[in-house]
């Protein structure tokens, strides 16, 4: 039998402490703890078992609490909670006294933003991640939306905000086909590979600065060579796409619940500056 790896884990940090190879253990027993929890105390089963390896992902890459991430609705952060130190009294969850089902910042310092109705994930993370820019702050911002909330005007409005703002916001479509429903596909596959790497974002803006160097754009027109390059990547996926329409770079879609392919995407989008958007097939209620 294998030693329990999630026992030994109270905050990101201890997480960060394993190999990437070992992530999927995690998974396995993050996912199991919280159907056995959730067997005899009350709380909400479906949403948090479909953003297991969004989760553990994201803790593993990014260095919370000093990014941000902003859930949209608490009961997909179930996960999260339970990384973040509240393991030990996750069984308190929903109870009175106990600890609140939503993320809370006045609970923990991992929870940045009160998350309880749909759609505001992506306004709030907006303007978590512009202040971090005003302020010069060298840290992340993710937002983590469902498909379903994605369909509210509020969410189209920090989309839209976000296409014109100075910002290095990272927004996750969380999609289990309950909306939008994009195949996952070989070329898919190939094109999220391409434009997440380092090489092809190193050429891509290797273009833009020679272009700027030699006087044929200025920099008030970088816009206008994003919509080029989104331009090129919709021919070339034979789809138009609605977020590259509003600036905001796409990349997938991609299996969900690979954690290790999801550290390495969730890397390579470190690096890469502006707004941008990961999209994610997952499957609500997995696992159970």
Known sequence: MK????????????LKKLKVEQLPQVCEELRAFIIDELSHNPGHFASSLGTIEITVALHYVFDMPSDNIVWDVGHQAYGHKILTGRRKVFNTNRKFGGISGFPNPKESEYDSFIAGHASNSISASLGMAVASKLEHKDNHTVAIIGDGAMTGGLA??????????????????????????????????????????????????????????????????????????NSVKSLLSSQQNMFEGLNIRYFGPSDGHNVVELVSLLEDLKRIKGPKLLHLITKKGKGF
């Open 156 to 229: 189209f409005e920090g989309l839209n905000n976000a296409s014109i703002c100075d910002n290095n916001l990272l927004i996750i479509l969380n999609d289990n086909h309950m909306a939008i429903d994009p195949a996952v596909g070989g070329v898919s596959d190939y094109l999220l590979k391409l434009t997440s790497s380092p090489r092809y974002n190193r050429i891509r803006e290797g273009l833009y600065n020679r272009a700027v160097n030699a006087g044929i754009i200025g920099d008030d027109k970088k816009g206008k060579f994003t919509r080029l390059t």
């Open 3 to 14: 030693e329990s790896l999630l026992n030994n884990i109270e905050y990101p940090s201890d």
